[in-house]
């Protein structure tokens, strides 16, 4: 039926119609008839998808929107919400992807068609907050002796790392193409690890966000991590970069690794204590240098040094 509405643009405002009604099927007969709310409505999709960057200090731009206060405040730039007018919010633009970077950061993928559509209404409609709105995502709640999972970690390292660590971050690709926008890209051994289940030291990342290895991590610090956050991350590679369901990762044996630190002896990374001396240590490198090594990882997680050299 639609192949028969001309001109195109007929057949776009048809298209719209047929959008909305979808709509209205897909959110129920009551959604059509009250407003969208921030509390019912639109507080999921940002918990689900933009809190875990839009959150505490940290927050770009200090824009937080794991609250309705925080999300009708806007960011340092102004407001990103103009109650009524969805086309010229920043927000949605950001979401629409008319403004750059898109949102979430994390993407693709982006919202769905649906849930940009329901923000869109909630913003037409006035932007209201809804009954008794509490918003802000439940803290996590890990009790001393939990093992620590994915799910501990991902607020740091997809909060604070994968703004530039994505492959829509703001520095155009990941760095060094190495993504930390989930757990399967921060594992990811293909290229070479950086992540060592069972040995933080042996773990490129540790060695960047404790400053061991240099540029120190994150990148636009600092503020750097606090101790607290770093000493978590270490407790999560240490007990095998558990998912968020508990489950340990498998060892990467033979996966490449890069790392940088300190020489300490010749068979000492900083504390840590490699399989064996390297067969290629350049004559110039002595103990005490600051190195980058290549090797690979061993059957239990121990690094095996090929080529040290000094940086
Ligand atoms: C991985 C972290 C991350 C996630 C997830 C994320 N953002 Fe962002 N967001 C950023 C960064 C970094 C910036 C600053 C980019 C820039 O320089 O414009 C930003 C900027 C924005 C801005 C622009 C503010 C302004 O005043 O210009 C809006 C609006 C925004 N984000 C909304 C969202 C929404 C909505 C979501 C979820 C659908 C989301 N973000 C998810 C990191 C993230
Ligand atoms: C502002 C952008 C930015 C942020 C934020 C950032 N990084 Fe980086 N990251 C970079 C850049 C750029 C490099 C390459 C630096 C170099 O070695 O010259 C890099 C390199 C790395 C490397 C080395 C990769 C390899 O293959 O050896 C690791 C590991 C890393 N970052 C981890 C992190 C972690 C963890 C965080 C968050 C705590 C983080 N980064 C936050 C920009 C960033």
């Excluded at 001309?6 to 209205?24: D, F, N, W």
């Excluded at 994505?166 to 950086?194: C, H, Q, Y």
């Amino acid at each position: 039926m639609i192949a028969l509405l001309r001109p195109a643009m007929l057949a776009r405002s048809a298209c719209r119609l047929v959008t909305v009604c979808l709509l209205g099927l897909q959110f129920g007969a009551a959604l059509a008839q009250t407003a969208a709310t921030f509390a019912a409505d639109v507080a999921p999709i940002l918990r689900e998808r933009c809190v875990v960057c839009h959150q505490g200090e940290a927050a770009p731009l200090g824009l937080r929107l794991d609250s309705y206060a925080g999300a009708m405040k806007g960011s340092q730039k102004g407001p990103v919400i103009k109650p009524g007018d969805a086309r010229a919010s920043e927000l949605a633009k950001r979401v629409r992807g008319e403004s750059q970077p898109r949102m979430p950061l994390t993407g693709p993928p982006w919202l769905s068609a649906g849930q940009i559509a329901l923000i869109e209404r909630w913003i037409a409609a006035g932007a209201s907050g809804g009954a008794g709105a509490p918003a802000a995502a439940p803290a996590r709640v890990r009790r001393p002796g939990d093992p620590v999972t994915y799910a501990d970690v991902a607020p740091i390292l997809v909060g604070r790392c994968a703004k530039c660590h994505s492959a829509n971050g703001i520095m155009g690709g990941p760095p060094e193409g190495f993504r930390l926008d989930t757990l399967a890209a921060t594992l990811d051994p293909s290229d070479r690890v950086r992540v060592v289940p069972g040995n933080p030291p042996g773990s490129e990342l540790v060695r960047r966000i404790r400053g061991q290895a240099r540029p120190r991590m994150p990148f636009d610090g600092p503020p750097y991590l606090e101790e607290a956050q770093i000493a978590l991350v270490e407790q999560w590679i240490a007990q095998g970069a558990r998912d968020a369901q508990g489950k340990p990762a498998a060892i990467p044996v033979g996966a490449r690794v890069r790392l940088h630190g300190k020489l300490a002896g010749p068979s000492m990374l900083d504390e840590l204590q490699l399989r064996g001396q390297a067969g290629r240590i350049d004559r110039r490198t002595g103990v005490g240098d600051y190195v980058e090594l290549r090797g690979t990882v061993a059957p239990d997680g121990g690094i095996v040094p090929e080529r040290i050299r000094s940086r």
